[in-house]
């Protein structure tokens, strides 16, 4: 982009307020000036982001560029480009030419690629972490915890040395019948805002362990982190072209679903998008696996202890300012569990809402000043449904951040009717639901058109059994409030919350990317020739 273009940029009104008003505090203006300083692909200060093409870092040559704002201040930190329709080709191109070679390289090749990365994702956890916490809004602790979550899904891709092992019978005489796993191709993957370092790391090491290439198109709204995981990449020895990184919003995504060179799609994002990506992907004959919204429900038991319970669910509705998937969004309180309502409300009130370097921070700042208003106008339905705020966070003041994006933790009481239950609210906001007993709790969530997490919190073992046994829901925690599982085992969000036939991670995520040859051989015993073994130690390389 011309000098000129980025400073007119910078003077420009950002909804109606001068963006050089609202500047970031010295610990956060510093942490932007070192990343900026240390990785090529995101510029923190007020310059770019680049698009990762072919192994290298290039600035887009488009039109159409985004301001990405820290949401505690609304300072414009970076700009994000539309990647142009010649620069995506461009991507798709390098991914196709690496694809050649990099299907080929041998199995323990691209394992060393994913022992390397999980090393420099450890050291620079806190890097990409301080990246999350000024485009995403997060605390540094849970910006680290996005970082680790995305690193287990790089360790689990080590052992893939053992997890593509494929299956071997002798059918007959002589006669082998043996099945080989081989990558798809050219692969891309989606990723939402609201981790900005995990998802793309729930692709990234597994489609390109089992060979493939892939395009990365992380969030317009915090693409930062995904530019610093494709340097680590690149400094683990990742040849050119099997990772690219382009961005933009619906026509990059609409081009993904579009390219004949692409073969498949991982999705994680809100409804609409999913939903679209799904159908376009799917009628174009790519395979897609489309991970969406969620509405988590706890169920307390009476017996539950107390404690668990009430910690479990303030850390589960609030932390990341409730924008997690697997965020605890409803609490469906089960007779005498009632009584602890208050106490509840109690606690949550003592969290601490502040931008995400300070010390003790809890709750950050929204993603934006859309998804602001957005939360407190479901906030308000629900007064007007006849709900009632038992907490209300929707004035929170926050020192030293008057234009963040803030809403303080809000506990509300409601009915399933009503549009603050029915919809994803993906905010700080706590719908409490009052159940007379454990089947009615189970009717509520099974009616639900979701089905990514809930939990149940009780003392006994056969509560809990029958819980899990009849609740229609894909991931279950019991006395655990997020229950995410360790990527060792496959996602399993059902219902809305999930499009596609083969989820991501665990067996699954290995099949999604691979596809079976079965090869049967005949070499007859009488054939063979040979008679000078080779002693050599084999290397494999
Ligand atoms: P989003 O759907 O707005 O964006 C996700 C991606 O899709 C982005 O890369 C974006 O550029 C693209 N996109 C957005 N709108 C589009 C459209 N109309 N057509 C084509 N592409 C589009 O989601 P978000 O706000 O970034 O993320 C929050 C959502 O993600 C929540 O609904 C949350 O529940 C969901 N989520 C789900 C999981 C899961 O595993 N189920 C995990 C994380 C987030």
Not at 159 to 180: A, W
Request: glycine share 10%.
């Amino acid at each position: 982009m011309p000098a000129s273009t980025i400073s007119c940029l910078r003077s420009r009104c950002v909804r109606g307020y001068a963006t050089s008003a609202f500047p970031l505090n010295p610990i956060a203006r510093a942490k932007a000036e070192q990343l900026s300083a240390d990785w090529k692909g995101t510029s923190l200060v007020g310059g770019t982001t680049k698009n990762y093409i072919g192994g290298k870092f290039v600035e887009s040559k488009a039109d159409n560029w985004l301001e990405i704002h820290d949401p505690s201040t609304q300072t414009v930190l970076s700009r994000v480009p539309e990647t142009t329709g010649a620069e995506f080709e461009q991507a798709v191109d390098a991914a196709s030419e690496a694809f050649k070679t990099w299907s080929r390289t041998s199995i323990i090749t691209r394992q060393r690629f994913t022992i390397e990365l999980q090393h420099l994702l450890r050291k620079y956890t806190p890097a990409l972490a301080d990246s999350i916490v000024l485009e995403q809004g997060k605390t540094v602790a849970d910006a680290r915890g996005d970082v680790l979550r995305g690193l287990q899904v790089v360790e689990t891709a080590v052992g893939i040395t053992s997890n593509l092992l494929g299956d071997y019978v002798e059918v007959s005489k002589d006669m082998d019948t043996y099945t080989r796993r081989v990558p798809l191709g050219v692969c891309a993957s989606i990723a939402p805002f609201n981790f900005p370092a995990m998802i793309p790391l729930w692709s990234i090491p597994m489609a390109i362990a089992t060979g493939n290439t892939l395009i990365l198109k992380p969030s317009e709204r915090d693409p930062g982190a995904a530019m610093i995981i494709a340097e680590l990449c690149e400094r683990a020895g990742l040849p050119p072209g099997v990772l690219n990184v382009v961005h933009g919003t619906v026509p990059t995504v609409n081009a993904i679903c579009d390219h004949p060179a692409i073969k498949a799609i991982s999705f994680v994002g809100g409804d609409r998008a999913g939903k679209h990506i799904y159908d376009r992907g799917t009628q174009n004959g790519k395979r897609v696996q489309a991970n969406m919204g969620a509405k988590n429900h706890a169920v307390v038991m009476p017996d539950a202890n107390k404690n668990l319970v009430l910690n479990s669910i303030i850390g589960a509705a609030f932390g990341a300012a409730g924008q997690r998937c697997m965020a605890i969004s409803v609490a469906i309180l089960v007779g005498k569990a009632q009584m602890w309502l208050p106490e509840l409300v109690e606690r949550a009130s003592k969290l601490n809402v502040n931008g995400g370097f300070e010390q003790g921070a809890d709750v950050g700042p929204l993603i934006s000043p859309a998804a602001k208003s957005r939360v407190k106008k479901l906030i308000a339905s629900a007064e007007q449904e006849g709900g009632r705020i038992h907490l209300d966070g929707r004035d929170v003041r926050v020192e030293g951040y008057p234009h963040g994006n803030f809403v303080g933790p809000t506990i509300v009481e409601a009915a399933t009717t009503m549009t603050c239950y029915r919809e994803e609210i993906f905010g700080p906001v706590l719908v409490v639901i009052q159940a007379e007993s454990l089947d009615d709790a189970l009717d509520i969530i099974n009616a639900n058109k979701y089905g990514n997490g809930t939990a149940i919190f009780t003392q006994s073992g056969a509560t809990a059994r029958k819980f899990e046994n009849e609740v229609n829901v894909g991931q279950i925690g019991i006395n655990i409030p997020i229950p995410v599982p360790l990527p060792f085992f496959s996602w399993s969000g059902n219902k809305a919350s999930f499009l596609g036939d083969v989820a991501f991670n665990g067996k699954t995520g290995l099949q999604f990317y691979t596809q079976n040859k079965t090869i049967t051989t005949l070499w007859k015993a009488e054939d063979a020739i040979g008679n000078r073994a080779n002693v050599d130690m084999p290397t494999h390389h």
